[in-house]
């Protein structure tokens, strides 16, 4: 199924679901300001509820008593109210001018609701009376002010200039991809037949040197990238994105050339790099490493991905063996001295689960329909470097470089968010996220006709990319770095009066255990069980990472991974060592032939989520039991001995 549209149901559900969980007690605090600066004791203020009940009165003394010059000013401390958005029935306020000439000299009376300004009154009543006292009521509405910027996964936020330059999409796995060259705005540019103006005045062209020359489409693709991933795992990863065209900001370079020492585009490079180390800093917390990936478009010659490690191709092109296993210097540092499969550095970069060499063997069905092979390739993506070497030549030699254009991920923002060596600049570097720069050829990047608008005559190939993309980092991530879930007690049966296990886990992660059905009593944070407190029974217990108390949102449930533990009573001190069991035969039809050195109490059966289906109270002669009633399918058959000791089997009914 492919998508065209950016995930904005999907943002207001969320939105929707956030507002619900704060439920129906809609306050917001109302403030009355008085400016009246002469005449002030002619002057008064009642404020009421929708049912005519007095909340507030302002003046300063409403009897014409005072001099001319008596200015009196009043702001009144917030009190919360519930929300009323009718103008014509809900709160309303009595103005009194006590003269009846209206208030003198401009005086003024404003009313704020959460900050914003939900009524003002200019002190001219529509009636008057020489030396009569005068009131108007006057009807306003009031409600919430809009909702901050939202901070949980899929939701836009931007910088702070309300200008929609940079954009920070938060989400909830260990992956982080900024796009710094795709933007549009700002261009004077007519992209996908819409026009961007050069407008505004604060940001200058770029005239220092380097190139403004812009990734096409890759602020589209790093936003399909994320809604395939989002489809394909309910997560997200997180996103940054330039939305300012590389003629006004190049957030890949140091800031002085990234903005021409522009201070106002300084801000926009600031903010674009304060997301990422933002995003950086919540993996970091969550899942205690990740990886980050810069988004690139390039159009060199030979049609193929260049994956960027800040090893440089004469690195590459080296042919001493092993040579890149005594390299240090790339941006996947961390992960060279800490992966899962224990690889090389050589093996990371260019073996069958390096980064290429996933996209060789990943998709790519419809790019190569449209005419897009090479060097024979007929599926997945060509990416240099990785494991594929597709002719005796060099065009079609995907192992190195030689001497074909190539982007070796030496930029600014690789080095400053992977875990190599620091920026230029000093800043970055090191730590456990690491870096890898992908620079996608052009033909993977095709819009055609997308969201209506016509952008190429050509067949779109960037969505189908952005689904095989989507399908290739979480494919690395689970290769390389998924030990996050990981967990184990040192046995998978406790009896009620025993000590209470904990496991072990992976220490860097934040996690959450639970525990199916009801009766187990384990600690959420820790996973140690509570044996004093727990019924016998067969539990399913889950290790999620995320955070506790997180009630969803910030939360991934993909690295996630369960285990069964039986909790017996302790009916006697049991004897492990003598204890032998045996049920056969398996898979079985029906019955079930159990055998053990000691008496049989009873036998529970449950299913795969840890349901109880059918208990057997055994007779002391009893060794079988009969489960033909129950359905084709997987079952835990629970076995309780009298003395205490407890075996489960996984059992196959036919
Ligand atoms: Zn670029």
Request: proline letters at 5%; hydrophobic letters at 30%.
């Amino acid at each position: 199924m492919k998508k065209t549209t950016f995930p904005f149901f999907k943002s207001i559900f969320a939105l929707f679901l956030l507002m619900s969980a704060t439920g129906f007690a809609q306050n917001v605090d109302i403030i009355l300001t008085v400016d009246w600066p002469q005449w002030s004791t002619e002057n008064k203020v009642e404020f009421y509820d929708p049912a005519g009940m007095l909340l507030q009165t302002i003046d300063n003394g409403y009897d014409g008593a005072g001099p001319a010059a008596n200015p009196y000013n009043e702001t009144t401390v917030a009190v919360s109210y519930p929300v009323n958005s009718s103008t014509t029935a809900g709160y309303y306020v009595i103005v009194y001018d006590f003269y009846g000439d209206g208030w003198n000299q401009a005086g003024s009376l404003t009313i704020t609701a959460d900050g914003d300004t939900a009524f003002t009154f200019n002190g001219s009543f529509d009636t008057s009376g020489t030396n009569t006292p005068i009131s108007q009521t006057i009807y306003f509405a009031v409600e919430e002010a809009p909702a901050p910027p939202p901070p949980f996964p899929g939701v836009s936020q931007f910088d702070t200039s309300g200008n929609n330059y940079i954009e920070y999409i938060r989400g909830n796995m260990p992956i982080i991809i900024s796009a710094p060259h795709g933007g549009v705005i700002q261009s004077g540019e007519t992209i996908g037949g819409t026009f961007y103006p050069d407008n505004d005045s604060a940001l200058p062209d770029r005239n220092c040197g380097g190139s403004d020359v812009r990734d096409d489409n890759t602020d589209i693709l790093i936003h399909e990238i994320q809604q395939s991933v989002f489809d394909q795992t309910g997560c997200y990863p997180y996103i940054i994105i330039n939305n300012l065209h590389r003629s006004k900001l190049d957030p890949n370079r140091e800031s002085t050339e990234a903005t021409c020492s522009d201070t106002d585009a300084l801000f926009y490079w600031n903010a674009y790099h304060d997301f990422i180390d933002d995003a950086s800093n919540r993996v970091m917390n969550t899942y205690g490493k990740g990886l980050y990936i810069d988004l690139h478009g390039q159009n060199h010659g030979i049609p193929r991905i260049e994956a960027g490690y800040n090893i440089l191709a004469a690195d590459l092109n080296n042919t001493t063996a092993n040579y890149l296993n005594t390299v240090s210097n790339s941006t996947i540092t961390n992960l060279v001295s800490n992966n899962v499969g224990g690889l090389t550095q050589e093996e990371l970069v260019r073996g069958p689960n390096s980064l290429g060499g996933i996209f060789q063997d990943t998709g790519g069905v419809f790019y190569h329909a449209q005419g897009n092979s090479s060097c024979g390739t007929t599926s997945g993506y060509r990416t240099v470097p990785s494991d594929y070497d597709q002719g005796s030549f060099d065009a079609c030699d995907d192992t190195r470089p030689n001497n074909n254009a190539y982007f070796a991920g030496d930029y600014y923002s690789n080095m400053r968010h992977g875990s190599g060596p620091a920026a230029g600049d000093g800043v970055g570097g090191g730590g456990t996220i690491d870096g890898i720069m992908t620079e996608v050829n052009r033909r993977v990047r095709d819009l055609g006709t997308y969201n209506g608008n016509v952008y190429d005559t050509r067949p779109q190939t960037l969505v189908p990319f952005a689904d095989d993309y989507a399908i290739v980092i979480k494919n690395y991530i689970d290769l390389h770095y998924n030990d996050f879930a990981t967990f184990s007690y040192t046995a998978n049966t406790y009896a009620t009066g025993g000590a209470d296990p904990t496991p072990t886990k992976t220490p860097s992660v934040s996690s959450v255990f639970t525990a199916t059905p009801a009766g187990l009593s384990i600690h959420e944070g820790t996973g140690t069980i509570d044996l004093s407190t727990s019924t016998a029974g067969l539990y399913e217990i889950t290790h999620a990472i995320g955070v506790a108390g997180g009630a969803g949102l910030g939360t991934c449930s993909v690295y996630s991974l369960t285990t069964m533990i039986t909790i017996t009573n302790t009916l006697s001190t049991p004897d492990v060592s003598e204890a032998t069991f045996a049920m056969y035969p398996n898979p079985t039809t029906g019955k079930l032939q159990i055998e053990s050195t000691q008496t049989i109490s009873k036998v529970i059966v449950y299913n795969l989520i840890g349901q109880q289906v059918k208990t057997f109270n055994m007779e002391a002669d009893q060794n079988s039991i009969d489960i033909s009633e129950l359905k084709i399918g997987s079952y835990f058959v629970n076995v309780q001995s009298l003395s205490g000791n407890t075996y489960t089997k996984l059992i196959v009914k036919k």
